[in-house]
């Protein structure tokens, strides 16, 4: 099956920086989902991007699928923001995600 | 809408006990699955659904069952529950091919 790998694992951020997290995938994808995953343990979905760039507020996303990755952006961090990123892939049809191992992010005020 | 809605938030079990992982969606989505996120672990699939009575196996199905009599619900059974089930188990729903929308999970223990 498809391998997604997330780097980096962990990530400390001041509030206000900005950065990048990286999902690569071994295999080609139709199907391409961020998450974050909040410190009570929610999973809020992100972005639903198998290919193109989207916006919404500071946070951005592409995905570059002939290249086997995709980036999220965050902008001018908030505290708010810290959790687990989750990159989730699949090259079949529905929604049958493999998970990356998450970037682990610590915003501090 | 509530959306995915899962119960219970939190079980104890002993090794050997039965019990079932409800989960229901009310937003028509005909896939749905169940994922368990282990510590410092990613999410992995353990079965999903693609409509009413259709089931298939994720990757790590063994020791579990699951039924889809209605869009509605799709509960994961635990027949005999082993320590190494001991893990917080999300349920998922969508439209095929679209953002995936989790319930709030199920933190298992088993002793």
């Known amino acids: 099956g498809i391998q997604v790998e997330q780097s980096p694992p962990d990530l400390i951020l001041q509030e206000g920086a900005n950065s990048t997290l990286r999902c690569n995938f071994s295999?080609?994808?139709?199907?391409l989902q961020w998450f974050h995953q909040n410190p009570w343990g929610q999973l809020i979905n992100l972005f639903y991007?198998?290919?193109g760039t989207k916006q919404n507020g500071r946070l951005s996303a592409t995905t570059v699928a002939t290249e086997r990755y995709s980036l999220l952006y965050i902008s001018s961090s908030q505290t708010t923001d810290s959790g687990v990123y989750f990159c989730?892939?699949?090259?079949?049809?529905?929604?049958?995600?493999?998970f990356g191992g998450g970037t682990r992010l610590m915003v501090k005020p | 809408n509530a959306g995915v809605t899962q119960t219970p938030k939190f079980q104890v079990l002993k090794t050997g006990q039965s019990m079932t992982l409800q989960c229901a969606q009310d937003?028509?989505?005909?896939?749905m699955s169940w994922y368990r996120q282990d510590p410092g672990m990613g999410l992995r699939l353990i079965h999903y659904?693609?409509?009413?009575?259709?089931?298939d196996q994720g990757e790590v199905p063994n020791g579990y069952n699951v039924s889809r009599s209605t869009t509605e619900d799709f509960p994961l059974r635990l027949l005999s529950a082993a320590p190494s089930q001991t893990s917080v188990y999300f349920c998922?729903?969508?439209?095929?091919?679209?953002?995936?929308?989790f319930g709030n999970g199920t933190r298992l223990t088993v002793t």
């Open positions: 998922a729903s969508s439209y095929m091919d679209s953002p995936l929308h």
């Open positions: 295999d080609s994808v139709n199907n």
């Open positions: 991007i198998p290919s």
């Open positions: 989730a892939a699949a090259n079949n049809a529905g929604n049958m995600l493999t």
């Open positions: 937003m028509n989505h005909e896939y």
């Open positions: 659904s693609v409509g009413a009575g259709i089931t």
